[in-house]
């Protein structure tokens, strides 16, 4: 089993930057590849970026590209999620998510495991 626990979320204004971190505990989560997904309210939980065992490979939303950046220490057991230039259409509850397959499979929004999530409230 791996637990992921999600922190770094919070109150900001447009414009401002975060940095989310996943932490991942259980299991070591080296092998899996790692993802954030988001859900504004009355929305579907959607993808926003995955990056493979590695790292080599990174995937975005088209709405984030440019803007966000994930990465991973895989010696900490840890993934982050860069996020700049925020826009008050970030608002929402951002996931941690890991899978064995590939970084292309959380795409689909599939996971094998999912954190509790953190609040990200961009205001205008």
């Known amino acids: 089993q791996v637990q992921l626990v999600e922190s770094g979320g919070g109150l900001v204004q447009a414009g401002a930057s975060l940095r989310l971190s996943c932490a991942a505990s259980?299991?070591?989560?080296?092998?899996?590849?790692m993802g954030w997904f988001r859900q504004a309210p009355g929305k579907e939980r959607e993808f926003v970026a995955a990056?493979?065992?590695?790292?080599?490979?990174?995937h975005y939303a088209d709405s984030v590209k440019g803007r966000f950046t994930i990465s991973r220490d895989n010696a900490k057991n840890t993934v982050y999620l860069q996020m700049n230039s925020l826009k008050p259409e970030d608002t929402a509850v951002y996931y941690c998510?890991?899978?064995?397959?590939?970084?292309?499979?959380?795409?689909?929004?599939?996971?094998?495991?999912w954190g509790q999530g953190t609040q990200v409230t961009v205001s205008s």
């Open positions: 998510a890991a899978d064995e397959g590939a970084a292309s499979t959380l795409i689909t929004g599939r996971a094998d495991y």
């Open positions: 259980g299991r070591t989560v080296r092998s899996y590849a």
């Open positions: 990056i493979s065992w590695g790292g080599a490979v990174t």
